[in-house]
């Protein structure tokens, strides 16, 4: 079986002491403030930006035009960064003993101050003097680049707010400083800034249209005691993150702290060396608090997926979709290893998710129990919306600020967690079985946030059937939907499946399995689906799964002969130069009837 390596991440409740807890909620107190000081400082630079352009679209100006003239007012500043910038990397390198940087080409205008640098850095090489102008080159770079920032030219990145932070960071606390900043771990600031600077990214893809789903707001600042959370790291050739025994872990700053359940598992492929941590991330949920080791672990996967370049080179990916981004550019992919025996057994199966079944499956899990091909709504929310009811009940009758509504406060959020705990171990277990039984497993790609809007409507157009359809989005939200279709997209590649989704204008509900009729007048809410051309009469579910398999054949079946090739439907290798792996051929025909 190949052998590659896998990123995962190992997720234990902590058992913190009173001042432990304090020294977390104080470290991801230092995460969220570092957030929201990046989020300012972009937005201060964007709003700058956005001031020069109104001012040039209210002189005449086009959209396009303002751009570029607030491009050119920026140029000589920005070249000025960009010396300066290469004096500062040129001198890190020779400080630490490296060869420098190549002379680099001077822009327009700046050849006096390119020249003027060189020699600044020739005089120093081997002295004294080369720390003191590397330390000035530093403070000039920063300097440029806030001046930048102001003025609306650019905007902070997650390292540049870090290089602005240290300048500012011992000055008072009235001046924007954090002189307390000593109190916790550093990588409580930088993990703040990187969470900013995804979330930034996150906006303008949504804005440009690169971002799949809703149109996303402008990021907001993050509120003390709402979603605590902080990344600590470490060198992993001196590790400090690390378990003590199975029961105790040990982060940066925070000691050893002992956790709830066994780490045996991550302890032992350590101390084999199949893995090596990475990173935990520490996060609190409702009264516990979680640490999430990020470990890189060499794991046996059943298949893997190869990009063969043209010039014969194999790189190998974990997944189908990112060896078909690799190949984009050229050569063809082949499929390493096979899948298991358990795998090829069950072969493709279709998976319709909803409401009313969580899932209803074309195949059971089990074969010899036929009714595990429904697998039932666990309805985590409606068995505790009684306990929910009478904490929601105490927590309206206590005045705000006061200790009864701090801890009626802890009270709901204890059942909400509860829940949410619930229902991702009964989804992360339904996932797993799925995607180590079947070689295949197709969905189809639901857009939820439409399924789940609500029906109420406006004072003109008020809506009809709202109660019955609040109470589907209920059941359609307490299901955990995109949950699952996440964990099935990364656990079908660790265990050698792969996952079909099928394409967003596949009539499933609609047509008929038996003679492909459709049929639109059905509709969803009966539980049989009803053909007017052949007059079958079948569960819904089962006409829905059918409809799956077939389109999930179909679309396997499709070669792409400039992209490599792909699957027939007797899952094997087609295309030129197929390789197999270690007794990888092809499966034998599966009744389609």
Not at 92 to 97: E, I
Not at 346 to 367: E, H, N, T
Not at 485 to 513: F, H, I, M
Request: some cysteine.
């Amino acid at each position: 079986m190949p052998k590659t390596e896998v990123l995962r991440a190992f997720r234990f409740a902590l058992d913190p002491s009173d001042a432990e807890r304090t020294a977390l909620s104080r470290y991801a107190g230092a995460c969220r403030w570092a957030y929201n000081y990046a989020l300012a400082k972009k937005t201060q630079a964007h709003q700058a930006w956005a001031d020069r352009r109104s001012a040039y679209l209210e002189a005449g100006l086009s959209e396009a035009e303002a751009k570029e003239r607030i491009k050119a007012d920026g140029a000589e500043l920005t070249d000025r960064i960009k010396v300066w910038d290469h004096h500062r990397k040129s001198l890190t390198l020779t400080v630490a003993g490296k060869p420098p940087l190549p002379a680099m080409q001077s822009p327009a205008g700046q050849e006096a101050l390119v020249r003027q640098l060189a020699a600044a850095r020739a005089d120093a090489v081997g002295t004294s003097g080369e720390r003191g102008l590397l330390a000035e080159g530093r403070a000039t770079v920063n300097a440029l680049k806030a001046k930048a920032f102001s003025a609306g030219f650019r905007t902070p990145t997650a390292i540049d707010t870090s290089a602005l932070w240290r300048m500012e960071r011992d000055l008072p606390k009235e001046e924007g400083g954090s002189p307390w900043w000593a109190e916790v771990n550093v990588y409580c600031f930088t993990s703040g800034f990187d969470r900013a600077q995804v979330a930034w990214k996150y906006w303008q893809d949504s804005l440009a249209g690169r971002r799949a789903g809703q149109r996303q707001g402008y990021p907001r600042f993050k509120k003390k005691g709402h979603a605590e959370s902080f990344a600590l790291f470490h060198d992993v050739k001196r590790p400090i993150i690390r378990l003590e025994g199975y029961r105790r872990l040990v982060m940066p700053g925070l000691g050893s702290i002992r956790i709830h359940d066994s780490g045996k598992r991550l302890a032992r492929l350590v101390e084999g060396g199949q893995a090596v941590i990475q990173s935990v991330t520490v996060t609190r949920g409702g009264h516990r608090w979680y640490a999430s080791v990020l470990a890189k672990v060499q794991q046996h996967v059943p298949v893997l997926w190869e990009h063969v370049h043209d010039d014969g080179t194999r790189v190998r990916y974990l997944s189908r979709p990112q060896a078909q981004k690799a190949a984009e550019s050229g050569g063809r992919i082949e499929q390493y290893g096979h899948p298991t025996a358990r795998q090829r057994a069950g072969g493709l199966i279709g998976v319709d998710l909803g409401s009313r079944y969580l899932a209803a499956l074309s195949s059971p899990l089990d074969p010899a129990d036929p009714a595990s091909a429904l697998v039932q709504h666990p309805r985590l929310l409606s068995g505790s919306l009684a306990k929910l009811a009478k904490a929601q009940r105490a927590l309206s009758r206590t005045q705000p600020g006061s200790r009864r509504r701090a801890k009626a406060v802890t009270r709901v959020a204890r059942v909400h967690h509860q829940i949410t705990v619930r229902r991702a171990s009964f989804l992360h277990g339904l996932s797993k079985k799925i995607a180590t039984r079947f070689t295949h497993v197709a969905i189809e790609d639901l857009n939820l946030a439409a399924l789940a809007a609500s029906a109420r409507g406006t004072c003109d157009k008020p809506g009809k059937n709202v109660k019955v359809k609040a109470r589907f989005n209920r059941y359609l939200l307490d299901a955990g939907l995109g949950s699952l279709r996440n964990q099935l997209a990364y656990k079908t590649a660790w265990y050698g499946s792969q996952l079909v989704v099928l394409d967003k204008a596949e009539p499933v509900a609609s047509t008929c399995a038996k003679c492909t009729e459709r049929n639109p007048s059905s509709a969803p809410s009966r539980s049989t689906f009803h053909c007017l051309s052949c007059g079958a009469v079948v569960h819904r579910h089962e006409n829905s799964t059918a409809n799956i398999v077939r389109a999930a054949r179909r679309q396997l079946t499709t070669v792409a002969s400039d992209r490599g090739e792909t699957l027939n439907a007797r899952r094997a290798a087609v295309g030129p130069g197929a390789r197999k792996g270690a007794g990888q051929g092809a499966l034998k025909r599966e009744d389609t009837g």
